[in-house]
């Protein structure tokens, strides 16, 4: 029996994908974390560090601008220690069923414009740094400037993928947005084997990509917007860009012909590795992160 729902966060399974090709290719699913995507691990480990720093204190209010998943896991948290949750987004590009999950939660929604930098004063993420210095007691996760966000996937992740293939993996692949779990988890198998291939999958329209002229795209939970300091390039051998095309059509592969309903990064995660699959020889071992389930986004209609 477990204490409580936040008990359940982690240990999620790791399972084979038949894609062609000699080399083995195993997807972790993230989603089976009780808030429903990768994220649970993060805005956990950070509430509780803040807590053990005395950053955050009982009564007090959490705010943190996120894209959905960070909201719904931090929401989730919220609601079992007792906290106000304040979270801002961009209503434009954010999926109507992670915001009606964060509001079922009981988390209060301030929905922002959607703007081309996160520096823009009416973005988002400076909206919510407003809104902390005018609550008491309140402290922000601040998931895109937190190094805590990689220690999380260092210290939580990683190990389970190590131990889950028995220290075998040579491939990892892992949607970028954040940075938090390309770099966590890189980090800590480049200590293990300097030799395991770290790929990083971005939006073809990032920032990053476009050497600072992003251009809009749909996939949510993917794409380097600015200099993100979570991102540790020493950590990623190759930086893999797709289209939102490619990953919408790989989500329909992926849930008619493999069982799988995935959500949109990890829909470019299943095309990165299925365009990696022509290229690995046998004896290859492939681990891709699905961050999040396919259920958050059906009203996107990319099914």
């Known amino acids: 029996m477990f204490k409580d729902v936040l ?40 509430i509780e560090q803040a807590e053990k720093e005395g950053l955050l204190k009982p009564g007090g209010t959490i705010i943190e601008a996120s894209s959905g998943n960070q909201a719904i896991a ?122 395991i291939k770290v790929i990083a999958v971005d939006t073809a329209t990032s920032f990053h990509q476009t050497k600072g002229n992003p251009k809009p795209y749909k996939l949510e939970g993917i794409g380097i917007d600015f200099n993100a300091p979570c991102v540790d390039e020493k950590v990623i051998d190759e930086f893999f860009p797709v289209t939102d095309e490619q990953a919408i059509k790989m989500l329909k592969t992926m849930a008619r012909e493999h069982g799988l309903l995935i959500g949109g990064s990890a829909g470019a995660v299943a095309y990165a590795g299925s365009e990696y699959a022509k290229q690995l020889s046998e004896g290859d071992l492939v681990v891709m992160v699905f961050a999040d389930s396919g259920r958050a986004y059906l009203s996107k209609n990319y099914y």
């Open 74 to 195: 931090l929401a989730m948290i919220g609601a079992i220690k007792k906290y106000k949750v304040v979270i801002t987004l961009s209503g434009e590009k954010v999926s109507q069923e992670k915001i009606k999950a964060i509001k079922a939660y009981g988390a209060e929604i301030v929905e922002c414009p959607l703007t081309d930098s996160i520096d823009d004063p009416d973005s988002y993420h400076n909206r919510a740094k407003t809104i902390l210095t005018e609550t008491p007691n309140a402290f922000m996760p601040d998931q895109y400037f937190n190094l805590k966000n990689p220690e999380t996937y260092y210290h939580s992740l990683a190990p389970e993928i190590w131990k889950q293939t028995e220290g075998k993996v040579t491939h990892f692949i892992a949607a970028v947005g954040t940075g938090g779990h390309i770099s966590g988890v890189g980090k800590f198998l480049k200590e293990k084997d300097s030799n």
């Open 7 to 46: 008990s359940l966060i982690g240990n999620t399974p790791l399972i084979q994908v038949g894609f062609s090709g000699p080399a083995k290719f195993l997807a972790k699913l993230e989603y089976l974390n009780p808030g429903g995507s990768i994220k649970d691990r993060s805005a956990l480990y950070m």
